[in-house]
């Protein structure tokens, strides 16, 4: 990525007008940025890139036509797009996780101190992904409870013979009795016999448990 070394335009999107210049009063007063305009809504975006080429926009999350999500793919899937910094109010893990899916390349909060959205924005021009910390410790949890349940249910599969281990996977893939025993050439009611064993040995009720025992053992 090639060195910006005129002031960095910002491009600020944002349904509240209040949030829109209260962002513009803080940028515009930073060193190394300035304002180049505004939008009020997710659909908005694109006449506005096309009008201001920023380097970088402060994209808001929830808008009432288009969302942040959905403008962040759409201006990332253009030729040249600027670097996308999502800030929101709204923290939630899936938002988040579909949030950088969508290209962006930071996410903060909006009760983000204004230096550290002032160096996020120059970190993001210069190509180095940029998270609130509160943000990066959430995603390093859920990869910690992510390998956890992993291994959790690989420990548990562990009991089951390599037919039973069959019969798991098959019922994971939403087969029926009829097809597993059509699959696996068993009878019916050995099928069912397997299932009832397989709930027994790992503690189950149903063969939804069984399903999503095997995605968190990232069964093939």
Known sequence: MAVVTRPLRVLVVDDDALVRAGLTMMLDGAHGIS??????????????????????????????????ITATRRLRSRPNPPEIIVLTTFDADENILRALRAGASGFLLKDTPPEEIVRAIHRVASGDPMLSPRITRRLMDRAADQAGAYQRARDALAVLSPREHEVVLAVARGRSNAEIATDLFMSLATVKGHVSTILDKLHLDNRTQIALLAHDAELD
């Open 35 to 68: 304002v180049a305009g505004d939008a009020a809504d997710g659909d908005e975006v694109p006449a506005a890139a096309d009008a201001h080429a920023p380097d970088v926009v402060l994209m808001d999350l929830r808008m009432p036509r288009v969302d942040g």
